[in-house]
């Protein structure tokens, strides 16, 4: 009894248990669906209240839902990528456990996205994107905000790649899909994507359209002044105005602290060291050309060499040949060392590419390929011949099946000849049992004519002889039982299957009768009954064939 109790109290605390985990799991769920609503308005408050859960308590569905959240704010706060594992988790979650969901849309872009931030610049960044696509134009109700997500990176993967044209067309479709979303930042990004795709081969005239939309977001959406800036500065730099370019510079410098996106201070100084050059303010220039070489955060860059230069040339210009010459050996150097690296990278892909293990590895493969294709076409030879002698043997089952039917209507031609003789003979058999039966009617009268005499005078002579009358008359009428046929003969003269059983033997005698073309007189001659009689008879028996629609033929004169 008390084994039993307790365990009830168990079943009742694990009911309680799993009910409670239900609700916090939803209580969560709800929770992290409010702050995606928000994520892309305030990136860091989401990206500050996803630091306050411990991913490790969730149950799997909210752990990859928080995944994908935490991955997305920090690419909208500008936090390095140093590795894909967590959005790879989240996307391989989805893939297994909900492939239909918004979710795994999102992460399989984001994958590329991460990879991209990361620098990676083969197919790995494509495929997860492409894949993405696919599922996006299978869906019946599609977010234009990851239609939009979708197609703005795959432009810009073609955009790094100098795929210009394939890169427009993809920012057309990430514009448009920004408009219906109705997202002001998602616009601008798209208008600065097309802008940056068309100043490269230099189309001024459709890059002045979109720096013109652009600058209309001026002191309109925080943190994008500087990329306005930035293009207004690049627009006058092609255009020969350095007047004007420096002017977006300086601007440009007085915004960058108040940037969250890690901007690249060196770069800038070396454009306004650049612009100044271009002014012949040698001194301003050569100022911010030392500012630009002191603030380089990654010294192994292999562009470093031109800070050094840029350093020289106007030391050179300004007649200081000494420091001149001092930067030209330190750009020297840099630039050495910048060929040397990447001679070593061309020497490993060159390895990579001649290697002899590889030249192995493809030899194998091809005869591989090779044998594959032989034993395809062995496989295929064999299904061929399977298949004539799948289609001889059909043949033969048919010609066979022909024989037998051809060989089934000789017979039932051949039966039907001899019913049809047969008929023949039971008609003249009708007769001569019409004639009989007469004889007997007439003999009936005269012995009832002749036991007339002996009622009275001799009543046991009456008594045997209306005797034999009676008997000859019972046997006449249980004719129908004494010659009563099978299924299979009533078949074979009427034509009729009685698979319900609805005639009797009278009825089945009177149709096999029928079959033989006997008339009413006959049939009334053979049953022993009345000519009137047989007419009801045959009467009901026509309703009863016509009620279960069966062949009327015999009854047609």
């Not at 905000?145 to 479709?173: C, M, P, Q, W």
């Not at 309109?220 to 350095?242: H, M």
């Not at 039971?426 to 009622?455: N, P, V």
Request: charged share 25%.
């Amino acid at each position: 009894m008390w084994r039993l109790f307790f365990f009830f109290l168990s079943v009742v605390y694990l009911v309680i248990c799993y009910s409670c985990g239900n609700k916090a799991n939803e209580h969560v769920y709800r929770q992290l669906s409010s702050w995606d609503s928000m994520i892309d308005s305030m990136p860091q408050l989401v990206s500050d209240s996803l630091e306050m859960i411990d991913a490790e308590d969730l149950d799997w569905p909210n752990r990859a839902y928080y995944g994908l959240l935490k991955v997305i704010s920090d690419d909208k706060t500008y936090v390095n990528f140093a590795s894909d594992s967590l959005i790879n988790s989240v996307s391989d979650y989805y893939r297994v456990h909900d492939p239909k969901h918004n979710n795994y849309i999102r992460a399989l872009a984001y994958q590329g996205i991460v990879r991209t931030r990361m620098g990676v610049r083969d197919s790995t960044v494509f495929e997860p994107l492409r894949e993405a696509s696919k599922l996006f134009l299978s869906m019946q109700n599609p977010d234009p905000s990851i239609g939009y997500l979708i197609n703005y990176f795959l432009g810009n993967i073609h955009y790094t790649n100098r795929s210009n044209t394939v890169a427009d067309e993809y920012f057309r479709k990430a514009l448009d899909y920004a408009r219906q979303e109705w997202d002001s930042v998602h616009l601008f990004d798209t208008y600065l994507a097309l802008y940056w795709n068309e100043m490269v081969p230099k189309k001024i005239e459709t890059g002045k359209l979109y720096l013109d939309t652009l600058s209309s977001f001026y002191n309109r959406l925080p943190g994008k002044d500087y990329f306005i800036l930035n293009a207004q500065s690049i627009y006058y730099d092609v255009l020969g105005e350095p007047e004007k370019a420096l002017e977006r510079e300086k601007e440009l410098l007085q915004i960058t602290y108040t940037q969250k996106e890690n901007i690249d201070l060196s770069r800038l100084y070396y454009n306004i060291s650049d612009r100044y050059t271009g002014l012949g303010q040698l001194d301003s220039a050569m100022l911010y050309a030392q500012m630009a070489i002191g603030s380089m955060q990654d010294t192994t860059y292999r562009q470093t060499y031109l800070y050094y230069q840029n350093v020289a040339n106007i030391a050179e210009k300004q007649g200081n040949l000494s420091l001149s010459n001092e930067y030209l050996r330190d750009a020297f150097s840099l630039y050495s060392e910048s060929i040397k690296d990447r001679l070593d990278t061309r020497i490993v892909e060159l390895e990579k590419k001649y290697d002899l293990t590889e030249a192995e590895n493809e030899t194998l493969r091809a005869r591989q390929q090779n044998l594959r294709i032989v034993i395809g076409a062995l496989l295929l030879v064999i299904v061929l011949i399977i298949i004539l002698m799948y289609a001889w043997k059909v043949r033969r089952t048919t010609k066979l099946r022909l024989v037998q039917a051809e060989y089934k209507m000789e017979q039932q031609e051949l039966q039907a000849r001899i019913l049809k003789d047969e008929a023949g003979k039971r008609k003249w058999l009708l007769q001569l049992y019409s004639h009989i039966s007469g004889r007997l009617a007439f003999l009936q009268g005269e012995f009832e004519s002749l036991t007339q005499r002996y009622i009275s005078s001799n009543p046991k002579v009456y008594y045997e002889m209306e005797k034999i009358l009676k008997n000859t008359d019972i046997d006449l009428r249980d004719i129908t039982k004494a010659i009563a046929t099978d299924d299979e003969t009533f078949y074979a003269y009427t034509r009729l299957k009685d698979e319900e059983g609805i005639f009797n033997a009278t009825e089945k005698m009177m149709l096999m009768l029928l079959a033989c073309n006997a008339d009413n007189r006959q049939l009334a001659t053979f049953m022993n009954t009345s000519l009137e009689s047989i007419r009801v008879r045959k009467s009901q028996l026509k309703r009863k064939m016509q009620e279960k629609n069966m062949d009327m033929t015999l009854f047609h004169e």
